[in-house]
């Protein structure tokens, strides 16, 4: 059996998906930027952290959310910045290492939210048939902002089908909504900037997370 991922929490292999307490059908999440040592760790993290609130499930209904970088610098630890973001949230920052974008993680992944429109565009690239799942986590948060969740399907039909759902109705909507300037959809680098700047950039992160895990989970944020 394989060994829990202790630095991302999560198993991996198929043989996992019929391990006790997991769900048989898994949804993936895949935050990317650059290095992976700045904004997707924020993302990844404050996604996580997120789910677990709102759901109170460390399995998150079979959501799995992970993150790499178009440069990452692999094995590399989380900036200590970013950490300091995520402490301001309550977030969980702990095991981090930083990963290198691989074919594999475009393949496995159900949604591919990138920091940047360069960044979508080099996950398009890699090939996969990644382009109806790929968005810039701006550009998604826009999109599902105009979706009516009551056409989502419910969640007794559990979140993978309503996370499915949610990715092919906002590549619907892709063409009809258009991003008001094309700086809406950037999440500029932080890296080397000051805490306040690094801070600026998380706030910036979790306001275009929230109505995203409201729209998964169906469950907003508490007050």
């Not at 769900?23 to 930027?33: A, E, G, K």
């Amino acid at each position: 059996m394989t060994a829990p991922d202790a630095g991302r929490g999560i198993w991996d292999g198929e043989e996992t998906r019929t391990f006790t307490g997991l769900p048989r059908d898994t949804f993936r999440i895949l935050h990317v930027s650059t290095g992976n040592v700045c904004r997707s760790p924020i993302t990844e993290r404050l996604t996580r952290h997120a789910l677990a609130d709102r759901l109170g499930d460390p399995l998150w209904g079979g959501l799995i959310v992970e993150s790499a970088g178009t440069w990452g610098h692999e094995g590399a630890p989380m900036e200590a910045n970013a950490e300091a973001v995520l402490a301001d949230f309550g977030a969980d920052a702990s095991g981090f290492t930083g990963r290198e974008l691989l074919d594999e993680h475009v393949i496995r992944a159900d949604l591919v939210l990138t920091a940047t429109r360069d960044h979508r565009a080099q996950v398009i690239s890699m090939g996969h048939s990644a382009g109806l799942r790929t968005f810039t986590l701006k550009e998604f948060t826009r999109l599902v902002r105009a979706i009516d969740p009551t056409t989502l399907p419910p969640l007794e039909e559990g979140m993978v089908v309503r996370a499915r759902a949610l990715v092919r109705a906002a590549a619907a909507l892709r063409g009809w909504l258009l991003a008001p300037t094309a700086e809406a959809d950037e999440v500029y680098d932080p890296y080397g900037a000051p805490l306040p700047f690094f801070r600026s950039v998380g706030d910036e992160i979790h306001q275009a997370l929230d109505p995203v895990v409201t729209a998964l989970t169906g469950v907003p944020a508490r007050a």
